[in-house]
Structures are given as C-alpha cells and as structure tokens.
C-alpha cells in the first residue's frame, strides 16, 4: 500500500500581489513521515516562498494543500500550523524572560489542551548546550544564536509532526548552528519514522548533514522527480 504523505503540495503557486511575477511556478510535492528534505537554491529563488506556502502562511494563487491526504480548509488552517511548524531565519521574541516565550504558545487557542513543561523545555536547553539559567534570561540580553535557540525550543516542546526550517542557522556563530542541528535530530530521532523535515539553506555541507533528500530551486522551480497522479487528477 502506498503510503499518504504527511503534506502534498499539489500544484501550487505563489504570485507578487502587486506586480503579478509568478514567484513559485506551479510545484508538486509530497513530505512523507520518515523523510528529512533539504532545499539549496540561490537567493531569490523561491526557497522562503515556497516554505511560507507549505505552512499556509501566504495565500496560494493556485493549487491546494493536503494534510494526510485531506485539502485543509480555512477554518483547519490553525490546526494544520500546529502540525506544520515554521521556523524563520530571524526570530521574533517577546519582552520578558526566555521561559515566558516558551510559554506564550500555551496562551493560543490552538494550544488550549496543552500545559507548559518547565522541566522539558530545560531538557531541550540541555540539549542546546545551556545552563538551565538560561530560562530566566531577557529577551532582550541574547545573542542571535540564542534568540533562534529560544526560537526553536518554542516549537520543539509542542512536538510538531513536520518543520520547516528556514534557514534557521544563516548568520550564526558556529556554536549556534551546532546547537540548532543537535536540537533538530533530537527531535526527529524521538519520533523516528513518524516525522519530517525540510531544511533550507545555502550550505551544501550544512544540507548534507541535515537531509537524506537534497533539491534544489532556481527561478521559482522546484527541482523534484515527477510523482504519480493523485487520485483527484487520475479520476478526471
């Protein structure tokens, strides 16, 4: 049996609201549970724009996104960003302490059901290669390492099936970027097999080590192997 992918992008395109360019040419493409995705392109190719409208972040101009096999909604876009986490390459934090960031997704509706675990995210800044005082610092008083560490923790304790990452390690101290890839496994190999990533960056070494699936893009294309028609497109 053919496995469902965790997100299909299923003929979707991005354009400039203002001037008309077609910013993501029409692009198919499946994430599956298991599968760690790498994207290098040059700049302005389309990489950031192509992520933003996998997490449906920006309006698509044509085509749809599924969700284990389902188009997702309007109304499921909330839950399918809990599913489907962004990660940007600078990050915007709250005033306040680094645990009170930590906290803020917990005040979301979409996160009602959920508790803050202090103790788990201590782990996860353990895993960073922090001091557990590191929760009590401000916003205000970190480094960009720290703020994308903070970041990232942010998403990794609600335990997200997929990421996208932007390149999240662009501009960072090499022990920065180390501790965002160390944070990043660890989150996959807790789930093995039951998660997916896509990591985009400018770094072939970088994208080496963080994918078992390299693409490229250029010019808004997505260089990816042509798949099988869904159902959708076969039945027409």
Same mark, same amino acid.
């Given at each position: 049996?053919?496995q469902?992918?965790?997100?299909?992008a299923?003929?979707?395109?991005?354009?400039?609201?203002?001037?008309?360019?077609?910013?993501?040419?029409?692009?198919?493409?499946?994430?599956?549970?298991?599968?760690?995705?790498?994207?290098?392109?040059?700049s302005g190719?389309? %990489?950031?724009?192509?992520?933003?409208?996998?997490?449906l972040? *920006?309006?698509?101009?044509?085509?749809?996104?599924?969700?284990?096999?389902a188009?997702v909604?309007r109304?499921?876009?909330?839950? =399918?960003?809990?599913?489907?986490?962004y990660?940007?390459?600078?990050p915007?934090?709250?005033?306040g302490?680094?645990?009170?960031?930590?906290c =803020?997704?917990?005040?979301l509706?979409? =996160?009602?059901?959920v508790r803050f675990?202090? *103790? =788990?995210?201590?782990?996860?800044?353990?895993?960073?290669?922090?001091s557990?005082?590191?929760?009590? %610092?401000?916003?205000?008083?970190l480094?960009g390492?720290?703020?994308?560490?903070?970041?990232?923790i942010?998403?990794?304790?609600?335990?997200p099936?997929?990421?996208l990452?932007?390149?999240p390690?662009?501009s960072? *101290?090499?022990?920065?970027?180390h501790?965002i890839?160390?944070?990043?496994?660890?989150?996959?190999?807790?789930?093995?097999?039951a998660?997916?990533?896509?990591?985009?960056?400018? *770094?072939?070494a970088?994208?080496?080590?963080?994918?078992?699936?390299?693409?490229?893009?250029?010019?808004?294309?997505?260089?990816?192997?042509a798949l099988?028609?869904?159902?959708?497109?076969?039945?027409?």
């Open positions: 049996m053919t469902i992918p965790l997100v299909l299923d003929g979707i395109v991005r354009r400039d609201a203002l001037s008309g360019q077609t910013l993501l040419q029409s692009t198919r493409f499946a994430l599956s549970a298991g599968e760690r995705v790498a994207i290098t392109g040059p190719s389309g %990489k950031s724009v192509f992520l933003r409208a996998l997490a972040l *920006d309006p698509l101009d044509a085509g749809a996104i599924l969700w284990r096999g188009p909604s109304a499921a876009i909330p839950a =399918y960003r809990r599913n489907v986490a990660i940007r390459q600078r915007a934090l709250l005033d302490s680094v645990e009170d960031n930590l =803020y997704p917990f005040e509706r979409a =996160y009602r059901d675990d202090r *103790d =788990y995210a201590a782990s996860l800044v353990a895993q960073a290669g922090r557990s005082d590191f929760l009590d %610092k401000r916003a205000s008083e480094s390492g720290e703020a994308q560490i903070t970041a990232l942010r998403v990794l304790q609600l335990a099936p997929v990421l990452l932007d390149e390690t662009a960072l *101290d090499p022990e920065s970027s501790a890839e160390t944070l990043v496994r660890a989150w996959f190999d807790a789930a093995r097999g998660r997916a990533s896509i990591w985009v960056s400018h *770094d072939p970088q994208a080496a080590r963080m994918s078992e699936r390299h693409l490229t893009m250029r010019a808004g294309t997505l260089d990816e192997p099988a028609p869904t159902r959708t497109e076969s039945s027409r």
